[in-house]
């Protein structure tokens, strides 16, 4: 299962110097002027999990093997982005086609850094970029909307419902609100988002780029732009993109330390991986052999036999058994043999609710 997050904002806030930070990579060109990015920059990123270090040094594989995330650079919007301003539309699809948004917002002043809006507010220039997305999902949902009218006189099965709750939904947008505060969260609902992918309908996580100086420490930037999500649901995360980097260069241990000397726990990649991952609901569960240990994503709450058809669909469809041993108790039993003595291995069926960090092995029918 791969994870793809798109990374929004004004021009000049930051977003190329942040996709070279998390990317560890520096192909994004970054430059003190508006659109210098303008293809979408991908990248696929290994996710940062301590815990397969930990199992490696068990099991010595020959390899250690990652789950992914893409991260999407889309170019600066500005307003009237819906309206082909700017670049325009062709970044806004770039945009639906990623399971969450990263949008960075500017939390730093620096008179060398021009802005577009002539000042740094992250309150306004978030709410410049979530209109947009708004008035792009109305002209999308208007668009369906006229389908289903068709549909509806044709006595197509369900357009009536799905009409319906369309309007309902168009209504809400045009009061400037997201459709993930749109409260008729049913059936219908769901299946309208999943076929239009409606940016305002994604999960958003903020990230504040701030100065070295307010790494700690929030300053008034942060702490306005913080009070504003709270009340939309959305997590905000600090980031000096300059500082992370400046850290490309550096060995993991290198980067450790630097982080440490900072006061700083984690790099923004792995705040960034894990605040994704809640809320995408995700969870990581584990293989381990001597060819190799890996990392697999599935959804939180699938089930054995669903989580072993991301190795193979055959293993789904063959499903007999699923050996199961937790993390911790793998560790602590130092490997699969001591895990089995102890009795922390158990036989799980069909009904087993995968857990984060399991180490699995299946059995299953060719």
């Not at 577009?116 to 999902?137: F, K, M």
């Not at 009070?227 to 649901?233: I, L, M, N, Y």
């Not at 190799?292 to 989580?307: D, F, L, M, N, Y």
Request: charged share 25%; proline share 2%; with cysteine.
């Amino acid at each position: 299962m791969s994870l793809s997050v798109g990374i929004v904002g004004l021009p000049n806030v930051g977003k190329s110097t942040t996709f070279n930070a998390l990317t560890r990579a520096q192909n994004a060109e970054s430059a003190n002027y508006p659109f210098c990015t303008i293809e979408p920059n991908k990248a696929v990123v290994p996710v940062p999990d301590h815990r397969l270090k930990e199992l490696a040094k068990i099991v010595n594989p020959q390899k250690i093997i990652r789950s992914n995330i893409e991260f999407v650079d889309i170019a600066g919007l500005v307003a009237g982005a819906s309206k082909g301003e700017g670049l325009g539309n062709k970044f806004l699809s770039n945009i639906r086609e990623t399971e969450m948004i990263l949008h960075i917002v500017r939390c730093f002043d620096d008179e060398n850094i021009t802005h577009v809006a002539g000042s740094v507010d992250p309150v306004r220039d978030v709410q410049i970029i979530e209109t947009e997305l708004i008035l792009a999902d109305i002209e999308q949902l208007s668009k369906k909307i006229e389908k289903l009218t068709k549909g509806v006189k044709a006595n197509e099965k369900g357009a009536k419902e799905s009409l319906a709750l369309a309007n309902e939904l168009l209504e809400h947008l045009n009061q400037n609100n997201s459709a993930s505060s749109f409260p008729n969260k049913n059936e219908v609902y769901h299946a309208l988002i999943k076929e239009l992918r409606l940016l305002s309908a994604k999960e958003v996580i903020y990230g504040a780029n701030v100065d070295e100086n307010s790494l700690l420490e929030d300053n008034e930037f942060v702490k306005n732009l913080k009070e504003f999500a709270a009340k939309s649901g959305h997590e905000v995360i600090k980031l000096c993109s300059k500082i992370e980097e400046e850290m490309i260069a550096l060995s993991d241990e290198e980067n450790y330390e630097f982080l440490k000397s900072l006061g700083v726990e984690r790099s923004g990649l792995e705040v960034v991986i894990r605040t994704a991952f809640s809320k995408l609901n995700l969870i990581s569960y584990f293989t381990a052999g001597q060819v190799e240990v890996r990392s697999w994503t599935i959804q939180r709450g699938w089930k054995a036999p669903k989580a072993a058809s991301v190795i193979h669909n055959d293993f789904e469809k063959g499903f007999i058994k699923a050996e199961v041993i937790s993390y911790e108790d793998y560790i602590a039993c130092k490997g699969e043999s001591g895990a089995k003595e102890a009795g922390k291995l158990r036989l799980e069926g069909k009904d087993y609710i995968v857990q984060d960090g399991d180490v699995m092995h299946f059995r299953f029918n060719v």
